[in-house]
Protein backbone atom coordinates (compact mmCIF):
# COMPACT_ATOMS: atom_id res chain seq x y z
CA UNK A 1 0.00 0.00 0.00
CA UNK A 2 3.06 2.09 0.97
CA UNK A 3 4.76 1.68 -2.30
CA UNK A 4 1.43 2.26 -4.51
CA UNK A 5 0.62 5.62 -2.75
CA UNK A 6 4.27 6.77 -3.14
CA UNK A 7 3.76 6.07 -6.49
CA UNK A 8 0.40 7.94 -7.42
CA UNK A 9 2.13 11.30 -5.00
CA UNK A 10 5.45 10.69 -7.75
CA UNK A 11 2.87 10.37 -10.97
CA UNK A 12 0.86 13.79 -9.82
CA UNK A 13 3.86 15.17 -8.56
CA UNK A 14 5.78 14.91 -12.55
CA UNK A 15 2.14 15.82 -14.56
CA UNK A 16 1.77 12.37 -15.63
CA UNK A 17 -1.91 10.93 -16.19
CA UNK A 18 -3.48 8.36 -17.25
CA UNK A 19 -1.71 6.22 -19.44
CA UNK A 20 -4.62 4.17 -21.26
CA UNK A 21 -6.61 7.13 -22.58
CA UNK A 22 -4.67 10.09 -22.94
CA UNK A 23 -0.72 10.76 -24.48
CA UNK A 24 1.82 12.02 -21.83
CA UNK A 25 4.09 12.91 -24.38
CA UNK A 26 4.39 13.81 -28.39
CA UNK A 27 3.99 10.53 -30.38
CA UNK A 28 7.34 10.30 -32.25
CA UNK A 29 7.26 9.90 -36.05
CA UNK A 30 7.19 5.82 -37.14
CA UNK A 31 10.16 4.44 -38.11
CA UNK A 32 9.95 2.80 -41.38
CA UNK A 33 12.04 -0.20 -41.59
CA UNK A 34 15.31 0.15 -44.34
CA UNK A 35 14.42 -3.37 -45.89
CA UNK A 36 12.07 -3.31 -47.21
CA UNK A 37 8.65 -4.76 -46.95
CA UNK A 38 5.90 -6.17 -48.70
CA UNK A 39 3.65 -3.42 -47.37
CA UNK A 40 3.50 -0.41 -45.36
CA UNK A 41 2.68 -0.21 -41.45
CA UNK A 42 -1.00 1.40 -40.78
CA UNK A 43 -1.73 4.22 -38.08
CA UNK A 44 -3.26 1.93 -35.47
CA UNK A 45 -0.35 -0.51 -35.51
CA UNK A 46 2.17 2.49 -35.03
CA UNK A 47 0.50 4.19 -32.51
CA UNK A 48 -0.08 0.96 -30.40
CA UNK A 49 3.63 0.61 -30.54
CA UNK A 50 4.48 4.01 -29.51
CA UNK A 51 2.49 3.87 -26.57
CA UNK A 52 3.67 0.31 -25.41
CA UNK A 53 7.31 1.72 -25.60
CA UNK A 54 6.54 4.94 -23.65
CA UNK A 55 4.40 2.97 -20.99
CA UNK A 56 7.88 0.78 -20.88
CA UNK A 57 10.07 3.66 -20.49
CA UNK A 58 7.43 5.30 -18.08
CA UNK A 59 7.83 2.00 -16.18
CA UNK A 60 11.46 2.18 -15.97
CA UNK A 61 11.82 6.25 -14.79
CA UNK A 62 8.81 5.11 -11.94
CA UNK A 63 10.79 2.28 -10.62
CA UNK A 64 14.19 4.09 -10.50
CA UNK A 65 12.30 6.63 -9.27
CA UNK A 66 10.44 4.65 -6.37
CA UNK A 67 13.94 2.72 -5.84
CA UNK A 68 16.00 5.76 -4.74
CA UNK A 69 12.81 7.29 -2.98
CA UNK A 70 12.07 4.07 -1.12
CA UNK A 71 15.82 3.58 0.06
CA UNK A 72 15.51 7.14 1.47
CA UNK A 73 12.57 6.87 2.99
CA UNK A 74 13.78 3.09 4.59
CA UNK A 75 17.22 5.07 5.57
CA UNK A 76 15.36 8.19 7.53
CA UNK A 77 12.97 5.65 8.76
CA UNK A 78 16.03 3.37 10.18
CA UNK A 79 18.19 6.47 11.59
CA UNK A 80 15.06 7.94 13.28
CA UNK A 81 14.20 4.75 14.86
CA UNK A 82 18.14 4.01 15.78
CA UNK A 83 18.35 7.54 16.48
CA UNK A 84 16.88 7.22 20.18
CA UNK A 85 18.51 3.66 21.01
CA UNK A 86 21.48 5.17 19.76
CA UNK A 87 21.66 8.58 21.85
CA UNK A 88 20.46 6.10 24.22
CA UNK A 89 23.07 3.80 24.37
CA UNK A 90 25.53 6.58 23.84
CA UNK A 91 24.09 8.94 27.65
CA UNK A 92 24.58 5.00 28.92
CA UNK A 93 27.87 4.96 27.81
CA UNK A 94 28.57 8.09 28.73
CA UNK A 95 27.43 7.27 32.22
CA UNK A 96 29.35 3.88 32.49
CA UNK A 97 32.58 5.89 31.03
CA UNK A 98 31.96 8.31 34.00
CA UNK A 99 31.81 5.58 36.61
CA UNK A 100 34.57 3.92 35.61
CA UNK A 101 37.24 7.35 35.71
CA UNK A 102 35.94 8.35 38.75
CA UNK A 103 36.21 4.83 40.62
CA UNK A 104 39.16 4.42 38.72
CA UNK A 105 40.08 8.20 40.65
CA UNK A 106 39.31 6.26 43.83
CA UNK A 107 41.31 3.05 43.13
CA UNK A 108 44.34 5.19 42.42
CA UNK A 109 43.60 7.47 45.26
CA UNK A 110 43.48 4.09 47.53
CA UNK A 111 45.66 2.18 46.00
CA UNK A 112 48.13 5.50 46.32
CA UNK A 113 47.03 5.63 50.30
CA UNK A 114 47.96 2.03 50.70
CA UNK A 115 51.41 2.37 48.81
CA UNK A 116 52.22 5.47 51.55
CA UNK A 117 50.95 3.07 54.35
CA UNK A 118 53.29 0.39 52.82
CA UNK A 119 55.79 2.84 53.18
CA UNK A 120 54.86 3.44 56.60
CA UNK A 121 55.29 -0.11 57.70
CA UNK A 122 58.25 -1.02 55.82
CA UNK A 123 60.16 1.97 57.59
CA UNK A 124 58.28 0.39 61.17
CA UNK A 125 59.34 -2.87 60.50
CA UNK A 126 62.61 -2.10 59.97
CA UNK A 127 62.98 0.36 63.21
CA UNK A 128 61.10 -2.92 64.99
CA UNK A 129 63.55 -5.39 63.64
CA UNK A 130 66.27 -3.46 65.10
CA UNK A 131 64.78 -3.14 68.08
CA UNK A 132 64.00 -6.82 68.18
CA UNK A 133 67.42 -7.74 67.48
CA UNK A 134 68.88 -5.47 70.24
CA UNK A 135 66.17 -7.44 72.43
CA UNK A 136 66.80 -10.72 71.84
CA UNK A 137 70.64 -9.69 72.66
CA UNK A 138 69.41 -8.43 75.66
CA UNK A 139 67.40 -11.65 76.81
CA UNK A 140 70.21 -13.81 76.05
CA UNK A 141 72.54 -11.15 78.20
CA UNK A 142 69.60 -11.82 80.91
CA UNK A 143 69.14 -15.45 80.43
CA UNK A 144 72.75 -15.86 80.87
CA UNK A 145 72.91 -13.84 84.16
CA UNK A 146 69.85 -15.85 85.26
CA UNK A 147 71.66 -18.98 85.19
CA UNK A 148 74.56 -17.87 87.04
CA UNK A 149 72.46 -16.27 89.81
CA UNK A 150 70.57 -19.49 89.79
CA UNK A 151 73.45 -21.72 89.92
CA UNK A 152 75.03 -18.74 92.36
CA UNK A 153 71.62 -18.80 94.47
CA UNK A 154 71.75 -23.14 94.26
CA UNK A 155 75.29 -23.08 95.78
CA UNK A 156 74.70 -20.43 98.93
CA UNK A 157 71.53 -22.71 99.52
CA UNK A 158 73.12 -25.75 99.61
CA UNK A 159 76.18 -24.26 101.96
CA UNK A 160 73.28 -23.15 104.46
CA UNK A 161 72.11 -26.69 104.45
CA UNK A 162 75.57 -28.03 105.02
CA UNK A 163 74.78 -27.86 108.97
CA UNK A 164 71.28 -29.23 108.51
CA UNK A 165 70.18 -33.09 108.88
CA UNK A 166 66.90 -34.71 108.17
CA UNK A 167 65.93 -37.05 111.01
CA UNK A 168 63.27 -39.49 109.54
CA UNK A 169 60.86 -41.69 112.21
CA UNK A 170 60.43 -40.02 115.40
CA UNK A 171 56.92 -39.93 116.56
CA UNK A 172 54.48 -37.40 116.41
CA UNK A 173 54.52 -35.80 119.60
CA UNK A 174 54.71 -32.49 121.83
CA UNK A 175 58.13 -30.95 121.95
CA UNK A 176 59.40 -33.56 120.18
CA UNK A 177 60.96 -31.61 117.48
CA UNK A 178 62.55 -28.93 119.98
CA UNK A 179 66.48 -28.50 119.87
CA UNK A 180 66.38 -30.29 123.73
CA UNK A 181 64.42 -33.24 122.10
CA UNK A 182 66.54 -33.41 118.87
CA UNK A 183 70.18 -33.27 120.86
CA UNK A 184 68.80 -35.80 123.59
CA UNK A 185 67.58 -38.44 120.38
CA UNK A 186 71.14 -37.54 118.65
CA UNK A 187 73.24 -38.29 121.54
CA UNK A 188 71.31 -41.91 122.64
CA UNK A 189 70.14 -43.02 118.97
CA UNK A 190 74.33 -42.73 118.08
CA UNK A 191 75.65 -43.68 120.98
CA UNK A 192 77.47 -40.10 121.73
CA UNK A 193 79.44 -39.46 124.59
CA UNK A 194 78.85 -35.38 124.44
CA UNK A 195 76.16 -33.75 123.67
CA UNK A 196 74.93 -31.76 120.17
CA UNK A 197 74.46 -28.31 119.86
CA UNK A 198 71.02 -28.03 118.16
CA UNK A 199 70.83 -24.55 116.78
CA UNK A 200 67.24 -25.18 115.72
CA UNK A 201 64.64 -27.82 114.91
CA UNK A 202 61.29 -28.16 113.17
CA UNK A 203 58.80 -30.27 111.30
CA UNK A 204 58.33 -30.42 108.04
CA UNK A 205 55.91 -28.05 106.66
CA UNK A 206 52.73 -30.08 105.67
CA UNK A 207 49.58 -31.04 106.83
CA UNK A 208 49.78 -34.12 109.21
CA UNK A 209 46.60 -36.17 110.75
CA UNK A 210 45.92 -38.61 113.53
CA UNK A 211 47.52 -42.00 111.88
CA UNK A 212 49.31 -39.95 108.59
CA UNK A 213 53.27 -41.10 109.17
CA UNK A 214 55.46 -38.81 111.46
CA UNK A 215 56.78 -35.81 109.83
CA UNK A 216 60.24 -35.03 109.09
CA UNK A 217 62.60 -33.33 111.73
CA UNK A 218 65.06 -30.21 109.79
CA UNK A 219 67.43 -29.71 112.46
CA UNK A 220 70.12 -27.31 112.27
CA UNK A 221 73.09 -28.03 113.80
CA UNK A 222 75.57 -25.24 115.44
CA UNK A 223 79.10 -26.85 114.26
CA UNK A 224 79.28 -28.41 110.61
CA UNK A 225 81.78 -30.69 111.65
CA UNK A 226 78.80 -32.29 113.92
CA UNK A 227 76.67 -32.32 111.08
CA UNK A 228 79.09 -34.29 109.14
CA UNK A 229 79.83 -36.88 112.32
CA UNK A 230 76.15 -37.37 112.66
CA UNK A 231 76.34 -38.68 109.21
CA UNK A 232 78.80 -40.59 109.29
CA UNK A 233 78.16 -42.46 112.43
CA UNK A 234 74.56 -43.01 110.91
CA UNK A 235 76.00 -44.65 108.16
CA UNK A 236 78.28 -46.94 110.22
CA UNK A 237 75.68 -47.80 112.78
CA UNK A 238 72.28 -48.53 110.10
CA UNK A 239 69.84 -49.45 110.90
CA UNK A 240 69.30 -46.96 113.89
CA UNK A 241 66.45 -47.21 116.61
CA UNK A 242 64.91 -45.08 118.96
CA UNK A 243 62.26 -45.82 121.63
CA UNK A 244 62.06 -49.20 119.75
CA UNK A 245 61.43 -47.36 116.79
CA UNK A 246 63.42 -47.26 113.35
CA UNK A 247 65.12 -44.49 112.61
CA UNK A 248 66.87 -42.77 109.63
CA UNK A 249 69.53 -39.69 109.42
CA UNK A 250 69.85 -38.09 105.94
CA UNK A 251 71.60 -34.96 104.78
CA UNK A 252 68.96 -31.77 103.92
CA UNK A 253 69.81 -30.70 100.32
CA UNK A 254 68.01 -28.71 98.49
CA UNK A 255 64.90 -29.64 96.38
CA UNK A 256 66.82 -29.36 92.97
CA UNK A 257 69.69 -31.43 94.37
CA UNK A 258 67.22 -33.91 95.93
CA UNK A 259 65.25 -34.52 93.18
CA UNK A 260 68.57 -35.40 90.79
CA UNK A 261 69.70 -37.25 93.51
CA UNK A 262 66.49 -39.52 93.34
CA UNK A 263 66.59 -39.92 89.55
CA UNK A 264 69.09 -42.33 90.02
CA UNK A 265 67.18 -44.45 92.88
CA UNK A 266 66.37 -47.33 90.07
CA UNK A 267 69.63 -47.36 89.35
CA UNK A 268 70.86 -48.04 92.77
CA UNK A 269 68.27 -50.30 93.02
CA UNK A 270 69.41 -52.40 89.98
CA UNK A 271 73.23 -52.52 91.32
CA UNK A 272 72.40 -53.13 94.97
CA UNK A 273 73.92 -57.04 95.65
CA UNK A 274 75.85 -57.49 92.94
CA UNK A 275 79.10 -58.83 93.39
CA UNK A 276 82.12 -57.03 92.09
CA UNK A 277 80.38 -53.89 91.52
CA UNK A 278 81.04 -50.23 93.82
CA UNK A 279 79.22 -47.74 93.47
CA UNK A 280 78.18 -44.36 95.12
CA UNK A 281 75.86 -41.14 94.68
CA UNK A 282 78.40 -37.75 95.20
CA UNK A 283 77.27 -34.46 95.89
CA UNK A 284 75.89 -32.82 94.28
CA UNK A 285 74.24 -35.59 91.83
CA UNK A 286 77.23 -38.05 90.65
CA UNK A 287 76.82 -41.63 90.38
CA UNK A 288 79.74 -43.44 90.37
CA UNK A 289 80.32 -46.84 89.25
CA UNK A 290 83.56 -48.82 89.66
CA UNK A 291 83.05 -52.14 87.55
CA UNK A 292 86.30 -54.55 86.43
CA UNK A 293 88.65 -51.72 87.45
CA UNK A 294 87.21 -48.94 85.47
CA UNK A 295 85.33 -45.72 87.01
CA UNK A 296 82.87 -44.17 85.56
CA UNK A 297 80.59 -40.76 86.39
CA UNK A 298 76.72 -40.03 85.17
CA UNK A 299 75.08 -37.11 85.46
CA UNK A 300 71.64 -38.53 83.51
CA UNK A 301 69.94 -41.35 85.03
CA UNK A 302 69.03 -42.04 81.37
CA UNK A 303 72.67 -42.54 80.45
CA UNK A 304 73.36 -44.43 83.82
CA UNK A 305 70.66 -46.86 83.33
CA UNK A 306 71.65 -47.97 79.58
CA UNK A 307 75.05 -48.55 80.55
CA UNK A 308 74.24 -51.17 83.40
CA UNK A 309 71.70 -52.91 81.25
CA UNK A 310 73.96 -53.39 78.78
CA UNK A 311 77.13 -53.99 80.41
CA UNK A 312 76.53 -55.16 84.28
CA UNK A 313 73.32 -56.82 83.93
CA UNK A 314 73.62 -59.25 80.77
CA UNK A 315 77.20 -60.60 82.96
CA UNK A 316 75.66 -60.80 86.13
CA UNK A 317 72.74 -62.67 85.01
CA UNK A 318 74.58 -65.70 83.68
CA UNK A 319 74.95 -66.52 87.46
CA UNK A 320 71.17 -67.29 88.19
CA UNK A 321 71.28 -70.75 85.91
CA UNK A 322 74.12 -72.11 88.90
CA UNK A 323 72.22 -70.65 91.76
CA UNK A 324 68.79 -71.50 90.91
CA UNK A 325 70.49 -75.36 90.82
CA UNK A 326 71.80 -75.51 93.79
CA UNK A 327 68.87 -74.05 95.55
CA UNK A 328 67.09 -77.15 93.93
CA UNK A 329 69.58 -79.66 95.24
CA UNK A 330 69.47 -78.41 98.65
CA UNK A 331 65.61 -78.31 98.99
CA UNK A 332 65.58 -81.82 97.69
CA UNK A 333 69.26 -83.29 99.68
CA UNK A 334 67.59 -81.67 102.88
CA UNK A 335 68.78 -79.35 105.88
CA UNK A 336 70.56 -82.31 107.34
CA UNK A 337 72.78 -82.97 104.63
CA UNK A 338 73.67 -79.40 103.78
CA UNK A 339 75.05 -78.66 107.05
CA UNK A 340 77.75 -81.34 105.83
CA UNK A 341 78.44 -79.99 102.67
CA UNK A 342 80.37 -76.67 102.07
CA UNK A 343 78.77 -75.31 99.67
CA UNK A 344 80.69 -73.76 96.63
CA UNK A 345 80.82 -70.58 95.17
CA UNK A 346 78.68 -69.72 92.19
CA UNK A 347 81.36 -69.08 89.62
CA UNK A 348 83.28 -72.37 90.73
CA UNK A 349 80.36 -74.29 89.35
CA UNK A 350 80.17 -75.42 85.26
CA UNK A 351 77.87 -73.11 83.43
CA UNK A 352 75.53 -74.00 80.91
Not at 297 to 319: G, H, M, R, S
Request: glycine share 4%; with cysteine.
Amino acid sequence: YLCIRISLELIKSQGYYDISYTPLRPTPPATRSTQGSSSPASPSQTETEATGMMAEAIKSDILSSLREDISKIIKDELKRAFAEDFNSLKSELQAVRLEISSSAAAIRSEVDRMKMDFTDMAGGLSTWSDEVASLQTAVTCLQSQVEKLKEKNEDLEGRMRRGNIRIVGVDEQPESSSPAAVSKLLKEALRMDRDVKVDRSHRSLTQWKPGDRPRVIIAKLHYDGDAAEILRRARDQAPLSYNGKRLAIYPDYTATVAKARASFTSVRKMLRGKQGIRYGLLFPARLRITYRNEEKEFLDATEALEYVQKNIIPETEKLRPAKLIWQLLSKRVGTKLMQNTVCPHPQSMPRD
